[in-house]
């Protein structure tokens, strides 16, 4: 089966710029997920789609982060505007069910100058 | 508060030595543990999950939940085991929300 697509792999911007990335999830998985990975962490947790609506978002930056999953499958993350500290790995990744292990794409790698 | 603890940032061992690489999680639930392993230049991919009780690539791991503690184990390693390994816990009630420890480097030496 095909992987999570994530586009683009790289992107450098300048603070107070904004930024947008898109992920495709494995066909048929409801459930998708936008993970940030700042250096030498792991992963955490921004926003947690089922379908199209919104499952858990209570750590999403709201002011300045966004995220929509357009008709259930695709979905964008956007960072407006961004800061230094946004500076991180964004990994989308998909399942098929809820208690599943999850794929999860390449990522996004952002830097923020 | 939940969280997932991986006191090791690198473990480096021999190859063929036995690797434990450690990981203790806080929750006041059942949770549901899972293993992550990232090796150079790929993607993060599920190695294992407790509840399936699988042996994956000769790696086991054992919930103790007195201990609150899910270790991951492997009798030899292999030059191909050197990767990032993380810990994650999955709080129940069926979210699918993955808490991940910080990471553990594991190198192994020819």
């Known amino acids: 089966e095909a992987g999570v697509a994530q586009s683009p792999r790289y992107k450098i911007i300048e603070k107070r710029q904004s930024v947008a990335f898109w992920c495709n999830p494995i066909?048929?998985?409801?459930?998708l997920y936008w993970y940030q990975q700042i250096l030498g962490q792991g992963p955490k947790l921004l926003i947690q789609f089922q379908n199209n609506g919104v499952v858990d978002d209570s750590q999403l930056p709201k002011d300045r982060f966004s995220a929509e999953r357009l008709k259930g499958v695709d979905s964008t993350l956007k960072i407006q505007p961004a800061k230094l500290e946004d500076s991180a790995v964004y990994l989308c990744?998909?399942?098929?069910?809820?208690?599943?292990?999850?794929?999860f794409g390449s990522g996004t790698r952002l830097t923020v100058v | 508060a939940q969280r997932v603890t991986q006191p090791e940032k690198l473990l480096s061992v021999f190859k063929g030595a036995p690797v434990e690489l450690k990981c203790n999680y806080s929750y006041s639930g059942s949770p549901e543990l899972f293993w992550y392993v990232q090796y150079s230049r790929q993607r993060l991919q599920l190695l294992l999950r407790?509840?399936s009780r699988e042996s994956i690539k000769g790696f086991t791991a054992d919930l103790n939940k007195g201990e609150t503690s899910f270790h991951l184990k492997k009798p030899f390693a292999q030059e191909e085991d050197s990767a990032m390994y993380y810990c994650?816990?999955?709080?129940?009630?069926?979210?699918?929300?993955?808490?991940f420890g910080q990471g553990t480097t594991l190198q192994v030496k020819p």
């Open positions: 990744a998909s399942s098929l069910q809820l208690n599943y292990g999850y794929t």
């Open positions: 994650a816990l999955q709080p129940s009630g069926n979210t699918g929300k993955l808490i």
């Open positions: 407790h509840i």
């Open positions: 066909s048929g998985h409801a459930t």
